[in-house]
């Protein structure tokens, strides 16, 4: 399984990410159909954020409201290394509790930010493709859910049948021979 994220979204996350360092930043993830369409940045809550992140309760409650209002779904949470590789440190490992999120990790020691993401089961950590869509929406809004795309081809062929009808009804009658 791959996931896609707009480019535009993971450098609002690697911006995020250097504006916090040395702190680790953190935050949701929010998308459907195998697509990343939201970034939620949350406060980190833990008592060392240097070196480990927490979500803070009463922001994540609320985020996850606006996912769930949004009609979206929670995909996983991101949090930056920044001196680290892009690699689920033990901590990390041992403080995942959902095995359905998956986990975005942002490294800031490279030059360039690197994004890895991966899915924590347990002690299994694997990675999982991320493809960067290079159409980004300046609005950051959403993409088309599958449900609101068929639902917009059933409106264009409805609209275009209608549009024969009416033709077809204003035609003059036929010769009688």
């Not at 990410?17 to 993830?29: D, K, R, V």
């Amino acid at each position: 399984m791959a996931m896609r994220i707009p480019y535009a979204l993971a450098r609002q996350i690697a911006d995020q990410a250097h504006a916090e360092a040395p702190q680790e930043a953190c935050g949701l993830l929010a998308g459907e159909c195998n697509t990343v369409i939201r970034a939620i940045p949350l406060r980190n809550w833990a008592r060392s954020p240097e070196d480990r992140f927490r979500l803070d309760p009463e922001e994540q409650l609320a985020a996850l409201k606006e996912i769930d209002a949004d009609g979206l779904e929670w995909v996983g949470i991101y949090h930056s290394h920044p001196r680290s590789a892009p690699i689920p440190s033990r901590r990390d490992i041992d403080e995942a509790r959902d095995a359905g999120l998956l986990h975005l990790i942002v490294s800031l020691d490279h030059a360039k930010p690197k994004l890895k993401l991966w899915r924590i089961d347990g002690d299994s950590v694997t990675p999982v493709d991320l493809v960067f869509d290079s159409e980004a929406r300046e609005d950051g809004g959403s993409q088309f859910s599958l449900r609101h795309r068929i639902a917009i081809l059933v409106a264009g062929i409805a609209g275009f049948l209608l549009l024969v009808a009416i033709s077809v009804s204003l035609l003059p009658p036929s010769p009688v021979r």
